[in-house]
Nanobody, 124 residues
Framework: QVQLVESGGGLVQAGGSLTLSCKAS????????MGWFRQAPGKEREFVAA????????RYADSVKGRFTISRDNARNTVALQMNSLKPEDTAVYYC?????????????????WGQGTQVMVSS
């Protein structure tokens, strides 16, 4: 079992930055691809970014490409999502997820473990 806990959400003005962190416990993250997803009110959960277990592959949704960066620190069992140039449409609950031996896929069904989420609100 892998337990994931997100942190770092909050309220920020448009154009600002936030860094989300996902801390894992229970197992080492080094064999898991990690993904970030988000869900806005009334919308389905959507892919944001993912990084393969090796760290060699990263994928981003078109809506965040060039603004968000995903990174991992296997020694600390953490994954981060650096979010810059935030827009009001980035407002959502952000979830991290783990996929054993994954290759940074975009489909949420590929991920076995999920955190509880952290709220990000971007004001205009």
């Amino acid at each position: 079992q892998v337990q994931l806990v997100e942190s770092g959400g909050g309220l920020v003005q448009a154009g600002g930055s936030l860094t989300l962190s996902c801390k894992a416990s229970g197992r080492a993250l080094s064999t898991y691809a990690m993904g970030w997803f988000r869900q806005a009110p009334g919308k389905e959960r959507e892919f944001v970014a993912a990084i393969s277990f090796s760290g060699k592959t990263a994928r981003y949704a078109d809506s965040v490409k060039g603004r968000f960066t995903i990174s991992r620190d296997n020694a600390r069992n953490t994954v981060a999502l650096q979010m810059n140039s935030l827009k009001p449409e980035d407002t959502a609950v952000y979830y991290c997820a783990a996929d054993l031996w994954g290759s940074a896929t975009v489909g949420p069904s590929n991920y076995e473990y999920w955190g509880q989420g952290t709220q990000v609100m971007v004001s205009s």
